[in-house]
């Protein structure tokens, strides 16, 4: 894609806010009550497992469906009952949707055409949007002569080329395969940076939303569970369900006591005891990451900060970078990630061990 810096896009960015969203289809509650702000500029995802109601809520946005209550104002506009061609809103789908029997060009500049736009400022536009997406010397190609990476730029650049205030992105990168998609997501990134459009992107892949947002709202059930950046939901989860979908998480459930002053948790078995930075007492669970423990031999010297646990290796993967153990703790079964070192012999299974536990990484979650 295209290196060129200083592109800017023509329209003032803009704000999206969704004020008591409801909408069913029948009797199926798709989305309960949502309510939040998306500022101008903004990078932000909708993440959430298939079925949970992000694809619908950006269809809402776009204008594809009405909500039975609710508002959408984009800037400072209420835009619930207008169609989606009179929102100035952008949209690329997740088949992406190109004309096949049109070239490159004929694709981005269709909708330009369609608006009556003048001849002479359609090949503007068009010529900036495919030097932007790196496409210029194919323009004269069609869809089918083109890899999926670079039908996905055809599909933003004829998204893009129409100026929208707001960018909708509908899991654009799915069809594509693992290692297109770590460098398409890294493109689109700096291609929304070039814009400065508020962009809007929907996915169920965590690292992708991690990698690209600059804010993500997690949605389970077509209720908003939590909004913040990537960082915060992963270190602040608010809920089981968000701690569990951001990354792989052990969860441990018991309750929690002050003892001495301080809030401890203790598992339903007894096993795990660990002291907790915050919590209220009664039901609880804790979670922790695997990368907040480390592994030794069973009977090893406690290091100071970290609470002990004893089990033995029940399995191991190698993940190149890491080796996932899974520790058999009492009747938990415990992930730990131990750093790899060329050379290094991984841990038999069946060996008994001594796990060490970071206490000040350890969140605790009323129930």
């Known amino acids: ?36 702000q998306i500022e101008p500029g903004e990078f ?44 100035n809103l952008g949209m ?9 029997h049109m070239t490159v060009r004929k694709n981005v500049a269709f909708g330009l055409e369609e608006r009556r736009i003048p001849r002479n400022e359609i090949n503007k536009r068009v010529e900036r949007a495919l030097d932007l997406v790196g496409l210029l010397d194919l323009a004269r190609r069609r869809p089918s002569q083109l890899s999926g990476g670079q039908q996905q730029r055809v599909a933003l650049a004829r998204t893009i080329v129409i100026e929208p205030q ?6 654009p990168l799915s069809n594509l395969d ?17 814009l400065s459009v508020t962009t809007i992107f929907v996915t169920h892949d965590q690292e992708e939303a991690n990698t690209t947002a600059d804010r993500i709202a997690v949605i389970n059930d077509g209720i908003v569970q939590q909004i913040g ?33 301080k809030v401890v948790f203790h598992s339903s078995d007894g096993v795990v005891v660990v002291p907790v930075t915050a919590g209220n007492q009664g039901p609880s669970s804790i979670v922790f990451r695997p990368q907040n423990l480390t592994i030794l031999p069973q009977d090893t010297k406690p ?13 191991k993967e190698f993940l190149g970078g890491v080796v996932r153990y899974r520790v058999a703790v009492g009747g938990h079964f415990i992930l730990v990630d131990a750093p ?10 069946g060996t008994p061990v001594t796990l060490c536990l970071n206490d000040d990484q350890v969140i605790g979650l009323t129930h």
């Open 1 to 36: 894609m295209n290196n060129t810096e200083h592109v800017t896009a023509t329209t003032s960015a803009v704000g999206v806010r969704l004020e008591g969203i409801d909408l069913s289809f029948g009797k199926t509650h798709v989305l309960k009550g949502i309510d939040l």
């Open 340 to 349: 790899h070192q060329r050379g290094e012999t991984a841990m038999p299974e």
């Open 229 to 261: 950046s990537p960082m915060e939901l992963y270190d602040r989860p608010a809920n089981l369900f968000v701690a569990n979908f951001l990354g792989v998480a052990n969860v441990v459930e018991g309750s929690m006591t002050e003892e001495n002053g």
């Open 166 to 171: 707001v960018l909708l992105l509908d899991e």
């Open 44 to 87: 932000f995802a909708f993440l959430g497992p298939s079925g949970c109601g992000k694809t619908t809520l950006l269809r809402l946005i776009a204008g594809f469906e009405s909500a039975q209550a609710g508002r959408v104002i984009i800037g400072n506009q209420e835009v619930s009952h207008l169609p989606p061609w009179r929102r």
């Open 92 to 100: 690329v789908f997740q088949s992406y949707a190109l004309w096949p």
């Open 303 to 315: 290091q100071p900060g970290t609470t002990q646990l004893t089990g033995k290796v029940e399995h």
């Open 178 to 194: 693992a290692k297109l998609r770590v460098q398409m997501r890294r493109e689109l990134r700096q291609l929304q940076r070039k």
